[in-house]
Nanobody
Framework: VQLQASGGGLVQAGGSLRLSCAAS????????MGWYRQAPGKQRVLVAD???????NYADFVKGRFTISRDNVKNTVYLQMNSLKPEDTAVYYC????????????WGQGTEVTVSS
């Protein structure tokens, strides 16, 4: 199973970026797809996730600014990030949870987002 993330980069405060993550390989029954982030010297935290049925969950610090969506046919999850702030600077990791006999947790390689003030 591979998770290929893209879309990170450098943006000025107030700008926007869109992250994408495509899951490929033998992966069955995806139950959640999401994004986490890890800032330098900090723990990795959940940014947002979405179920196969489209139910979303957002961290308080991105509510109203970020939107998560997914394409179940393409096994791809997106994160539209608007009104970016310098504190959003982090490495963003794609995460996929699936269940087939066992709960499985997959991580992408991370994509760096830098927001300049």
């Amino acid at each position: 199973v591979q998770l290929q993330a893209s879309g990170g980069g450098l943006v000025q405060a107030g700008g926007s970026l869109r992250l994408s993550c495509a899951a490929s390989g033998r992966i069955f029954n995806i139950i959640r797809m999401g994004w986490y982030r890890q800032a330098p010297g900090k723990q990795r935290v959940l940014v947002a996730d979405i179920t196969s049925g489209g139910s979303t969950n957002y961290a308080d610090f991105v509510k109203g600014r970020f939107t998560i969506s997914r394409d179940n046919v393409k096994n791809t999850v997106y994160l539209q990030m608007n009104s970016l702030k310098p504190e959003d600077t982090a490495v963003y990791y794609c995460n996929v949870k699936s269940f087939d006999v066992l709960l499985r947790n997959y991580w992408g390689q991370g994509t760096e987002v830098t927001v300049s003030s």
